[in-house]
């Protein structure tokens, strides 16, 4: 049975530290959004803290976190600024996946800076054409987050095969090869700067790619010197959950904003105390509730998960099945906690500074994101119980 944490690597540390940057987080919240992109300031607090490192490989400097401390840093950072905290979770993630590429590309991104970071874009919008030595690809790329702040980034594309299923693979390219188009005007994640990447035509050697198939059983080329087991653990179950996790955040620092407000306030019209309304009480039950309950899964899942690698074992795909389930469902809970509060705060909520409306529109921009659409992974879900294959290569 693995431990809650390892004690080799300090927990208790990234947390508090987590939780003392939240005033200036909290401080920096209306220019994040106004710039469109996190401020340079959160990014160097982020490299102090190691937060960027959290799942980079020792032996490039990183600290090699179980994933209960990568999430719950990401929580922590989303309880006080939500565009913060996804920035954090899906950048950090890509040294957790460059882990996993060959030896050469990760020297070609990490040999001369450590400290090196890396966008993305998955969806394979792109052209891809093999050439000899490696790849062609042009085309353009949306909602890489934190792009401004990357000196390099995966891209997702189909890699030209002759026969059988399509060859989905991350491509990464350097700043060099492409442009960033400063598209990013949203109503949510505003700070995020999830610009659009585009290339008119780059060349990708083999070593920089990454196959997900790879990624799916568990065995990249990188797990040839990154062998430890947080580097076994399947590509699509880290992933989602770096995309899935900010709405715990947001939930609970919504529901901590509620608690704060609410229990002082009177009403305009009776002078009553709104703490002793059952309607704001069972709202806190529930939410408190919510939150704990996809918290408790969110650990016990990447607990078990931890206990397969560790033991040398595979994970079995009805698990991960259900684990994928779960990371999707856990943004629509978060979206119906957090809308039950807003609508509960009253029309102060409307104002474009308060709190919750930016936790309101935070978690719906979550939700929107295509990993975080619990339809599919439900209905595969659901099949597999009834007997049937998964479909979803993405676990």
């Not at 508090?16 to 340079?40: F, G, I, Y």
């Not at 353009?140 to 059988?164: I, K, M, T, Y």
């Not at 931890?306 to 999707?328: F, L, N, T």
């Amino acid at each position: 049975m693995s431990t809650a944490t390892d004690p080799s690597v300090p927990h208790d540390a990234l947390i508090a530290r987590a939780k003392a940057l939240q005033p200036a987080l909290r401080e920096r919240v209306a220019a994040t959004a106004s710039a469109r992109r996190l401020l340079d300031e959160t990014v160097a607090d982020f490299a102090a803290a190691g937060f960027w490192k959290m799942l980079q490989p020792r032996r490039w400097g990183g600290l090699e976190v179980r994933p209960r401390t990568f999430f719950e840093v990401q929580m922590t950072v989303a309880e006080a600024c939500p565009s913060s905290a996804w920035v954090l979770g899906v950048v950090a993630v890509h040294n957790w996946q460059l882990a996993l590429f060959p030896e050469r590309a990760q020297q070609d991104v990490w040999g001369d800076d450590p400290g090196t970071l890396i966008s993305s874009s998955y969806a394979p919008t792109g052209k891809v054409q093999r050439v000899e030595g490696g790849f062609e690809i042009s085309g353009r790329w949306s909602f890489s987050s934190g792009c401004d702040h990357c000196q390099w980034v995966f891209l997702g594309g189909f890699a030209p095969v002759e026969s059988g299923p399509p060859d989905m693979r991350t491509f990464l390219v350097p700043r060099a090869d492409y442009v960033i188009d400063d598209n990013w005007n949203t109503i949510a994640l505003k700070g995020t700067g999830s610009k659009d990447i585009v290339i008119e035509s780059a060349f990708v050697p083999e070593h920089r790619t990454h196959k997900m198939g790879d990624g799916f059983k568990c065995d990249s080329p990188g797990n040839a010197v990154n062998d430890a087991p947080l580097y076994r653990l399947p590509f699509g179950q880290i992933f989602v959950r770096s995309v899935s996790t900010t709405s715990l955040g947001i939930a609970r620092g919504a529901l901590d904003f509620y608690r704060g407000v609410t229990s002082v306030k009177t009403g305009a019209a009776d002078g009553k105390q709104a703490k002793i309304d059952p309607t704001a009480q069972m709202a806190c039950a529930r939410a408190a509730s919510a939150i704990d309950k996809a918290q408790l899964v969110l650990h016990r899942n990447f607990d078990r998960m931890m206990e397969y690698v560790e033991a040398g074992e595979r994970i079995p795909v009805e698990e991960r099945v259900a684990w994928r389930w779960d990371s999707s469902q856990v943004v629509s809970d978060c979206v119906s906690v957090v809308d039950e509060l807003f609508t509960l705060c009253g029309a102060r909520a409307l104002w474009v500074d308060s709190p919750m409306a930016g936790y309101f529109c935070d978690v719906h921009g979550a939700r929107a994101h295509y990993a975080n659409r619990p339809d599919a992974s439900g209905r595969n879900y659901g099949a597999v119980q009834l007997g049937m294959r998964s479909t979803d290569f993405f676990l």
